[in-house]
């Protein structure tokens, strides 16, 4: 077995471990093409973050100011010591559809964010909720300070 060979099955294994897949598991998660891209020839995916910065705030219940930012592992986690102290269900659920794009952007082996920007779902005190923000995702590589 090569090093090249060696070390994409170290990774498989890792990611065995992570998800306490059975080899029955891993062996169908395998099965699909776009997972073996993901694990074997998407180095991107293990090596990027994505923060998500407040650029506007407007009666933000949460105290969201504009420039806090949100950090997220590969895996798709909050990294909680480098979030606000308060962390908003509403602003975190908009996270999701920008994860996806992230994901897809390293997949295809790039770090630009296509529709990059998103409000949390509180729609304002002029239309019946309390505040709202709008965030922008960032790719940054893993452990990188973030910097507009």
Not at 29 to 45: G, W
Not at 104 to 118: E, K, L, R, V
Request: hydrophobic share 35%; charged share 25%; proline share 5%.
């Amino acid at each position: 077995m090569s090093e090249k060979e060696k070390s994409t099955e170290k990774r498989w294994r890792k990611y065995q471990e992570l998800t306490g897949y059975t080899d029955e598991e891993l062996a169908v998660f395998r099965s699909f093409p776009q997972n073996v891209k993901a694990i074997e020839a998407s180095p991107l995916m293990a090596n990027y973050e994505v923060v998500f910065e407040v650029i506007e705030s407007a009666n933000c219940i949460a105290e969201y100011k504009v420039g806090d930012t949100f950090r997220v592992d590969p895996f798709g986690f909050l990294i909680k010591d480098q979030c606000p102290p308060k962390l908003c269900t509403g602003a975190i659920f908009a996270f999701k559809p920008l994860i996806g794009y992230a994901w897809q952007a390293f997949f295809d082996g790039s770090t630009q964010i296509f529709h990059n920007t998103i409000k949390c779902p509180d729609v304002g005190v002029h239309c019946g909720g309390t505040g709202e923000i709008t965030m922008r995702a960032h790719a940054v590589p893993r452990g990188q300070e973030f910097k507009k």
